[in-house]
T-cell receptor, first 115, second 113 residues
Framework: GAVVSQHPSRVICKSGTSVKIECRSLDFQATTMFWYRQFPKQSLMLMATSNEGSKATYEQGVEKDKFLINHASLTLSTLTVTSAHPEDSSFYIC???????????FGEGSWLTVV | QQQVKQSPQSLIVQKGGISIINCAYENTAFDYFPWYQQFPGKGPALLIAIRPDVSEKKEGRFTISFNKSAKQFSLHIMDSQPGDSATYFCAASKETSGSRLTFGEGTQLTVNP
């Protein structure tokens, strides 16, 4: 089946620095990718929707200047957390659609810890 | 507001029993209803999905029942196993929204041996 890969799976960064998370669709072209944030024992919170070649659409309350999303190709989207702070520590998950039946597949997630 | 309400929040079942998780939605424009299984520290994995043109879909031990008039759908796990212990999320989307999923709150399932 379709596979969506995220990298890195875990990252620790210092407060004030920026960190980039990659999301790749490995065997299909993803016209749309989604970025979620998940806190422990909670549901997934949609942060933004990105379409290849255009600006991302952010959900209400998500700072677009802090969470930079780039979807430069049909197989790659990146999320950059800029000037990270400890409260940005979370589990970030991407998903992609565009495979057979337009099914939505999720990546394995990336744990971000800001110290 | 587009919402999907999921219950119960947690569920404990004995091995071999049936696990039932329920979801209700509000937006009648939703036309795709997937269920995802998530293990700790991992991303959600698509388990099974249904579209509103059918009332039931079965894949192995997993069955979705769909009631369009009641705007409800449920996941049944037959012969539940300890390996099924995970968090389960229902979701809904409408194709015209570009597959944007609205998630339920999640159900933490524990299957005791």
């Amino acid at each position: 089946g379709a596979v969506v890969s995220q990298h890195p799976s875990r990252v620790i960064c210092k407060s004030g620095t920026s960190v980039k998370i990659e999301c790749r669709s490995l065997d299909f072209q993803a016209t749309t990718m989604f970025w979620y944030r998940q806190f422990p024992k909670q549901s997934l919170m949609l942060m933004a929707t990105s379409n290849e070649g255009s600006k991302a659409t952010y959900e209400q309350g998500v700072e677009k200047d802090k969470f930079l999303i780039n979807h430069a190709s049909l197989t790659l989207s990146t999320l950059t957390v800029t000037s990270a702070h400890p409260e940005d520590s979370s589990f970030y998950i991407c998903s992609a659609s565009g495979g057979a039946g337009n099914t939505i597949y999720f990546g394995e997630g990336s744990w971000l810890t800001v110290v | 507001q587009q919402q999907v309400k999921q219950s119960p929040q947690s569920l404990i079942v004995q091995k071999g029993g049936i696990s039932i998780i329920n979801c209700a939605y509000e937006n009648t424009a939703f036309d795709y209803f997937p269920w995802y299984q998530q293990f700790p520290g991992k991303g959600p994995a698509l388990l099974i999905a249904i579209r509103p043109d059918v009332s039931e879909k079965k894949e192995g031990r997993f069955t979705i029942s769909f009631n369009k008039s009641a705007k409800q759908f449920s996941l049944h796990i037959m012969d539940s196993q300890p390996g099924d212990s995970a968090t389960y999320f229902c979701a809904a989307s409408k194709e015209t929204s570009g597959s944007r999923l609205t998630f339920g709150e999640g159900t933490q399932l524990t299957v005791n041996p």
